[in-house]
């Protein structure tokens, strides 16, 4: 383990990488690099939530002046894929091709139009005559899978669906020890379910890419993505070119939050170039992002809790009903998160977690922020505060008595991975007693009844919650990494791992210098094209500090070795047993030579040489993060209005490579988890359309609506990690909905299961509760 004293530049507040470009305006992000004359695409989308393509009339549209090109499920092929950006063969399954003669949600895709511009694409669209056979909707998860639904997936060439007569895209069931045994021998058994919906990223760019051929004719396809090798293997696959004819580039994106690792336009941006030779721009506008993006998985989830007297757990069990939506993108792999991530948190012999997941005629759910996680923690932390308050427990001390704590091993870890078998995971290190101590402090209460409001007005209390999170996907998540030496001794980092505005590009390049005993400004980051840089599973499952950096820092011990074999020659029997302190190579008489001059020597020395070196590197490994949010909330008993006063996020990360970078992942995940629990939610027509589609409805937090958000890092150097690294990207939305639900209940008496807490739905529990 490295002495935190002795960094130099990990462990430093410095600014990103890119920060100077950002705040000028560089054209950097997709829609500043599109081609001049490039063809504009447009999806005609579905008005019907179910409904089977009986025509389509194209001429109307091609008599458009400018249209180009009108395509439908009769002019592609069909090729049977998933949209989600997974390692391969990818766990969810292939139910998706490019076109289809059937639509399975409002804006699914019926035909695309290709034209010279924006505007002359949505005429030709409107004047696409189509004629459906609409079909029934099942919009419920519970109601999806009873016997007569409409089935949604009556294809025969998908692959991968769990049971499609039964609108069952996947299933997951593991079990440790006995769980109806303890449940028998528990003296008292606790059972409540609770209900999560559905909530959209929300990301500040939508999703966006455009293609073209080069001089060699190979496709390019520049996009924003959180997963550009993905894509490469996918529109492959999909459009039948060999990988080797592809060049995937991510430039900056604007925002990701998991939404953007999805196959949502480049399948089909890259066939219409290959159909046209020419570049062709595809984009998704805010209301097409609520339909066609990505949400959370809505879910229904049960816990049952068998105890001893004294408040020990000895059996307990999950039950996850989940919404996919019309697809089954990330459809086994999120809830098995929602188990593996949540149930473990407390210590049982007896484990069980049972998760259907359904199609619905609903948008699709797929990868976010916690993927999976916030729904199993707003289960699993209200039902352990309802458990205590049951038994006349103090909450935290409930909590710590079943904790588990580091030296423990995770039971459950090896039986369920994301959609297979996982691995074996023993927590080294645990830094929740702390986190509890910092976040508890941070917000002590301004009591019952603030200063200036009636009693009988609003109330005010404070509740928390604990979580664990994980640190990459064991088996499967892997990074590479090239650095390359220059003769002025700065060094070039070639990553595949994408920055989604994370600072990923800035905390590797932090790692990379450490090694090599060099500045910040010494490296010189090049990230996230498919020709140019090493493999990377992408930006998701928190795993690009861990995975990713490791790689670097074998990459830049691989070039510091080489270096210091270009030291020994120039000091020749001086030499001795050479050290190395802060980049100068030390001989044992104490004669030093710096890395700048060891790089201009390997080019220009007897022994001229490119140093160049790289690493990969594959995690089986995934120490658990610990986190513990402690929030005030002020409900008005009037309007049923849920005011966050004060709240404080305090995460055991590790070791924080860039500690500025580590609090804005907290801040930025706690004001997501406010989101999720107060205001954000899709709401539908009876006939499957989203009435809010528009930023004007949907009620995403802005800056005015939040408070303070304190954030605390705390480290305890997990021997595993790359400078003692976990995650932090995460872990942080997982607690915030049920700390403010404890609130809620803790100022009013009235236990909230149901996501989320708007006005109406608190009034109208507090109405029912004679508060």
Avoid: W
Wanted: hydrophobic share 40%; glycine share 10%; aromatic share 6%.
């Amino acid at each position: 383990m490295t002495n935190k004293a002795d960094l130099r530049v990990v462990s430093r507040r410095l600014p990103k990488v890119d920060a100077g470009a950002i705040v000028k305006g560089a054209p950097h992000y997709t829609l500043d690099m599109v081609p001049a004359g490039a063809l504009y695409a447009k999806v005609l989308r579905s008005p019907h939530a179910h409904a089977r393509i009986k025509s389509i009339e194209c001429d109307r549209a091609m008599d458009v002046p400018g249209v180009m090109l009108v395509l439908t499920h009769e002019d592609v092929p069909r090729v049977p894929f998933t949209t989600a950006g997974q390692n391969f063969p990818e766990p969810s399954p292939y139910d998706t091709v490019m076109l289809d003669n059937k639509v399975r949600l409002v804006g699914d895709r019926v035909a695309v139009v290709v034209a010279t511009d924006e505007l002359t694409a949505e005429r030709g669209c409107k004047l696409l005559e189509v004629d459906y056979e609409v079909l029934p909707v099942v919009m419920d998860a519970r109601d999806a899978i009873r016997e007569g639904a409409p089935i949604i997936h009556d294809e025969t060439d998908s692959q991968g669906i769990h049971d499609a007569g039964s609108n069952l895209a996947a299933r997951v069931e593991v079990e440790v020890g006995d769980v109806e045994k303890g449940f028998s021998q528990a003296d008292q058994v606790f059972e409540h379910t609770y209900s999560v919906h559905y909530v959209q990223h929300v990301t500040m760019e939508p999703h966006v890419c455009f293609s073209y051929l080069d001089s060699s004719n190979r496709l390019v396809i520049v996009t924003a993505t959180q997963v550009p090798f993905h894509v490469r293997r996918i529109v492959a696959r999909v459009n039948q070119v060999p990988i080797s004819r592809i060049r995937v580039i991510k430039p900056r994106i604007g925002g990701g939050f998991g939404g953007k690792q999805e196959i949502i336009l480049e399948d089909l941006c890259a066939h219409l170039t290959l159909r046209t030779g020419k570049p062709v721009v595809m984009e998704l506008k805010r209301d097409e992002e609520f339909y066609c993006g990505r949400t959370r998985h809505p879910q229904y989830v049960t816990f049952k809790t068998g105890l001893t007297r004294d408040g020990t757990i000895i059996a307990n069990e999950m039950r996850v009903m989940a919404n996919t939506g019309a697809y089954g993108s990330h459809g086994l792999t999120v809830p098995s998160n929602t188990g593996s991530k949540s149930l473990p948190l407390y210590k049982s012999p007896n484990l069980r977690y049972v998760a259907d997941v359904a199609y619905t005629n609903l948008p699709v759910a797929g990868a976010m922020r916690g993927y999976g996680a916030p729904q199993g923690y707003f289960g699993l932390e209200s039902h352990m505060d309802e458990i205590a308050h049951s038994l006349g427990m103090d909450p935290l001390e409930f909590r710590r008595k079943n904790l588990v704590k580091q030296g423990d091993t995770d039971p459950i870890a090896a039986k369920l991975g994301e959609g297979k078998e996982g691995f074996e995971r023993t927590i080294r290190t645990c830094g929740l007693d702390e986190c509890i101590e910092l976040a508890s402090r941070a917000v002590p209460g301004s009591g019952d009844t603030p200063s200036g409001i009636p009693y009988d007005r609003k109330k005010r209390a404070v509740g928390f919650a604990v979580c664990m999170h994980g640190t990459g996907i064991p088996g499967d998540d892997m990074a590479g990494a090239t650095i390359k030496v220059n003769e002025d001794g700065s060094f070039n980092l070639l990553i595949g791992a994408t920055d989604l505005g994370t600072g990923s590009d800035t905390v590797l390049a932090q790692m990379a210098a450490e090694v090599l005993g060099v500045g910040l400004e010494d490296i010189i980051v090049y990230s996230s094209d498919t020709d140019s840089t090493p493999f990377d599973v992408g930006a998701y499952g928190s795993s690009t500090t861990y995975v990713s950096g490791t790689a670097v820092v074998q990459a830049a011990e691989k070039v510091r070795e080489r270096l210091k074999e270009v030291a020994l020659e120039l000091m020749g029997d001086d030499a001795g047993d050479m050290g190395f302190d802060h980049g100068f190579f030390v001989s044992s008489s104490g004669r030093r030579i710096h890395v700048k001059e060891a790089a201009l020597k390997s080019f220009y020395g007897e022994d001229k040489q490119q140093i160049a070196e790289s690493a990969s590197f594959m995690t089986v490994d995934c120490p658990p993060p610990f986190c513990a949010c402690f929030v005030e909330v002020e409900i008005d008993l009037d309007t049923g209005r849920v005011r966050v006063i004060d709240i404080a996020s305090a995460v055991d990360l590790g070791r924080a490579i860039n500690p500025t970078l580590a609090e804005g992942q907290i801040v930025g995940s706690v004001a997501m988890g406010i989101g999720y629990a107060l205001s954000e939610e899709m709401t539908f027509s009876d006939s499957g359309k989203m009435l809010n589609a528009s930023l004007m409805d949907y009620k995403v937090p802005a800056s005015v609506d939040l408070p303070d958000i304190k954030a605390f890092l705390v480290e305890t150097d997990e021997p595993s990690g790359p400078f003692g690294v976990k995650s932090v990207g995460e872990i942080c939305v997982d607690n915030v909905a049920p700390a403010i639900a404890n609130a809620i209940y803790n100022a009013t008496g009235v236990r909230l299961r149901q996501l989320p807490f708007t006005p109406e739905r608190v009034l109208n529990a507090l109405k029912e509760a004679g508060v």
